[in-house]
Every structure is written in structure tokens, then in C-alpha cells.
């Protein structure tokens, strides 16, 4: 069949959509006789609105991020920064390979309110991602002849220091993994959304008036800034959690 490549992606993602729905609605028809209780509107929106906040406030920020770099910096530190960021992806996809094993244990510490347990996984989290997370940054951001990717990625190193600003503010966006798998089985996702809008304002806030000041610096400065405060309030709300139901 004769296509645009262009609509390859789409295609998929209608033909996942319609087979996952498939299946849905025949686990509804309880071929098994597996007991399905049908969850109310009321039901669905208290606790799949903030988790549809919390799933598309990082593409919507990012968007963001990008409109304020291109009209506020330029279009050409765009390109630049986008270069950066697809260079440093290695360190989201580490992120969430770990956070697929350790977030369903983080949150099933954060539903049984086990400070111990979730302390646990976490420390296994952190060490496996920062020791492996760390070299990778190092040699990425390293524009030298023995790192391959200089080459490819050239554009990527055009602002000196912008790949290595990338890294370290996807390493500050990824620490935060644990704590919110648990707040998720804490059942407090409402406050993962409203620390993510909190955070996305914020950070877009200070790009549009420090990017013209900084550079395209700014971006990767301004969201590594947004990910240490939002990190500390994961922290405080699993800390109120542990405390108020120990």
C-alpha cells in the first residue's frame, strides 16, 4: 500500500488504540467469569482526571518550553537545544527502564504506608540510575574525538556546554521517579497534577524573561531548577503521608 511515511506513526498508534480497546471491552463482558465492577463517572474523573493532568503536563510544558525559546531566544537556539535534548535521551529511556521495575514496588510501599520499604527501593533506584546515568551524561556532554556522537550530533554542541546542561537536567527530572510512584499509591494523585502545573508555570515563567538575558542556556537551567523544587514537594508529601498515617 502506497503511504506517506509520515503516517506510519499514526497508523500505529489508531491500531494499538483499537486493540487495546478491544480487549477492554471483552474483559467487560467477563468471558472468564472474572467479577468487573463498573466504576462510576463520578469515580473515573476523581481519579483519572489528575492522572491525564499529570501524563500530559510534561508534553504540554515542553511545548511551552519550546514557543518561549523560539520567540524570546530565537529559532535557531531552538534547533540548537532540541539537538541537545535527543542526544541526552539515553538517560530518560535508563530512567524508565528502572522506574518499570521500581515503581510498582514504590507504589505498593506508598498504598501500605511503609516508610521502610519505600526508603528501600528508592536507594536501589538512585544507585543503579546515578551509576550508570552519571558516566553516560560525563561522556555525552564530552565533545571530543572519542565520543562518536559529536560528529552526528554536531549542532548539539554549536552553544558550548549545552549537552551537558541537557543531561543534567534530564538526571534532575528522573531522581524524582520513586516518590512519585508512591504518592500514585498513596492515592494522592491529585497532588502529582498540582505540582506538575505548579511546576510548568513556573518554569515558563522564568525562561520567558531569563532566556533573553542567559540564552538558550537558560532552558535546561530553568528546568533543572523546576525539578529540585518539585522533587521537594514529593518529599513533602510523602513525608506528611508516613507521618499523619503511621
Known amino acids: ?85 535527543i542526544l541526552t535521551q539515553p538517560i530518560n529511556v535508563l530512567a524508565l527502564g528502572l522506574l518499570s521495575a521500581v515503581g510498582p514496588r514504590s507504589m505498593d510501599a506508598g498504598h501500605k504506608r511503609d516508610r521502610i520499604l519505600a526508603r528501600s527501593w528508592r536507594i536501589r533506584y538512585f544507585t543503579l540510575f546515578l551509576s550508570v546515568a552519571a558516566p553516560v551524561a560525563a561522556f555525552i556532554a564530552w565533545d571530543g574525538p572519542f565520543n562518536p556522537l559529536a560528529d552526528r550530533f554536531s549542532l548539539a554542541f554549536t552553544v558550548p556546554g549545552l549537552v551537558a546542561l541537557a543531561a543534567i ?30 511546576g510548568g508555570v513556573v518554569d515558563l515563567a522564568a525562561l520567558w524573561w531569563l532566556g533573553p538575558i542567559i540564552g538558550i542556556q537558560a532552558a535546561p537551567m530553568v528546568a533543572t531548577g523546576v525539578s529540585t523544587l518539585r522533587l521537594a514537594a514529593y518529599v513533602a508529601v510523602m513525608r506528611k503521608i508516613y507521618r499523619t498515617d503511621a
Not at 3 to 24: D, E, H, Q, T, Y
Not at 169 to 196: D, T
Open 1 to 85: 500500500v502506497d503511504r506517506a511515511p509520515a503516517w506510519s506513526p499514526f497508523g500505529a498508534m489508531f491500531i494499538g488504540n483499537v486493540v487495546s480497546l478491544s480487549f477492554a471491552r471483552l474483559a467487560l463482558l467477563r468471558p472468564w467469569g472474572i467479577p468487573v465492577r463498573r466504576a462510576t463517572g463520578r469515580e473515573l474523573l476523581s481519579i483519572g482526571g489528575p492522572l491525564l493532568v499529570s501524563g500530559m503536563g510534561p508534553g504540554g510544558i515542553r511545548y511551552g518550553e519550546s514557543l518561549a525559546i523560539r520567540e524570546r531566544i530565537g529559532a535557531a537556539s531552538l534547533g540548537y537545544y532540541e539537538a541537545a535534548r
Open 169 to 198: 537536567r534530564n538526571v534532575a527530572a528522573n531522581v524524582s521517579g520513586p516518590w512519585q510512584s508512591e504518592i500514585l499509591g498513596a492515592r494522592r494523585q491529585r497532588w502529582l497534577a498540582v505540582i506538575m502545573l505548579l
